[in-house]
């Protein structure tokens, strides 16, 4: 079984751009979330997706963040018009289900360099 | 609003030492901690405690809980270059699906 991937896992982009980041959960995980981390800085959360259910967007730091998860499987996490406080690594991790007793699983990260 | 507090922030220690992290919480009805060690980017899971006083065990690793006094701790004993790494601490709660991250504790072993 593939775990979590990411991509890229490499990404410099130029202020004022967009970027979009992706993820493929592994199959079978209803719960994803995205997650930053920025330089010396624990992981700061971004958003949550639960199955069918709407998101939780509570910790997406502006308008400019936007995320969509289709068909239950790979999301998309856009950033648009990038600043370079926006640089980080961005984690994507998936579980079982979003009960508190399932671990999850994190992606190996892009990392997003804003020039 | 959770709260999970780590220390120290980084350790540096030689190869064959025997290390302690910490991992304090303030959060509203506990359901499990859980300690991740990530190299590079990707964190990677070592323990789910949801238990007071039963130690998890996993080669030189262990780790136990204690819901009395709020805290875990994570254990590494004969410390090889391969444990540098953050170890990262997070909680979840019943009121919140989304577990809260400590900072982390980076470790360094010399060779």
């Known amino acids: 079984g593939a775990g979590v991937s990411q991509s890229p896992s490499n990404k410099v982009t130029e202020k004022g751009k967009d970027v979009e980041l992706r993820c493929d959960p592994i199959s079978g995980h209803t719960a994803l979330y995205w997650y930053r981390q920025s330089l010396g800085q624990g992981l700061e959360f971004l958003i949550y997706f639960q199955g069918n259910s709407a998101p939780d967007k509570s910790g997406l730091p502006s308008d400019r963040f936007s995320a969509e998860r289709t068909g239950g499987s790979v999301s998309t996490l856009t950033i648009q018009r990038t600043q370079q406080e926006d640089s980080a690594v961005y984690l994507c991790?998936?579980?079982?289900?979003?009960?508190?007793?399932?671990?999850?699983?994190f992606g190996p990260g892009t990392r997003l360099t804003v020039l | 609003e959770d709260k999970v507090v780590q220390s120290p922030l980084s350790l540096v220690v030689h190869e064959g030492d025997t290390v302690t992290l910490n991992c304090s919480y303030e959060v509203t009805n506990f359901r499990s901690l859980l300690w991740y060690k990530q190299e590079k980017k990707a964190p990677t899971f070592l323990f789910m405690l949801t238990s007071s006083g039963i130690e998890k065990k996993s080669g030189r690793l262990s780790s136990i809980l204690d819901k009395k006094e709020l805290f875990s701790i994570l254990n590494i004993t004969a410390t090889q270059t391969g444990d540098s790494a953050i170890y990262l601490c997070a909680v979840r709660s019943g009121g919140s699906y989304i577990p809260t991250f400590g900072r982390g504790t980076s470790l360094i072993v010399h060779p």
């Open positions: 991790a998936s579980s079982l289900a979003e009960r508190s007793y399932n671990e999850q699983f």
